[in-house]
């Protein structure tokens, strides 16, 4: 059974930083791809960033690229998404996710994670 759970969202001014935590919880030797998607009310859920399991590639959406960078500490089982230069656009709820797959790609696609976090609110004010 793999568990997620997020957590470091909250309210902050456009140009100021967060970093999300999301620790997954699992029993297996083999390292999950994780992910962390955003969504907004009436849209649909996007990618934001991913890192792999096993080759701890990673991948970001075009939005991300320059602002966001995802890691993970693999001792603590848990993978950070650190957002700098935050703007309005980027609230959202963000949900972490967690997958298992014997590829070195990178997972980006929502139905190719089984397990899922709550969701963790960020708001950017101008």
């Known amino acids: 059974q793999v568990q997620v759970v997020e957590s470091g969202g909250g309210l902050v001014q456009a140009g100021d930083s967060l970093t999300l935590s999301c620790a997954v919880s699992?029993?297996?030797?083999?390292?999950?791809?994780v992910a962390w998607f955003r969504q907004t009310p009436g849209k649909e859920r996007e990618l934001v960033a991913a890192?792999?399991?096993?080759?701890?590639?990673?991948a970001y959406a075009d939005s991300a690229k320059v602002r966001f960078t995802i890691t993970r500490d693999d001792a603590k089982k848990t993978v950070f998404l650190q957002m700098n230069n935050l703007k309005p656009e980027d609230t959202a709820l963000y949900y972490c996710?967690?997958?298992?797959?014997?590829?070195?790609?990178?997972?980006?696609?929502?139905?190719?994670?089984?397990?899922w976090g709550q969701g963790t609110q960020v708001t950017v004010s101008s």
């Open positions: 996710a967690a997958g298992f797959t014997a590829s070195r790609v990178v997972l980006t696609a929502a139905n190719e994670y089984a397990s």
């Open positions: 699992h029993r297996t030797l083999v390292k999950p791809s």
């Open positions: 890192i792999g399991g096993s080759s701890a590639r990673t």
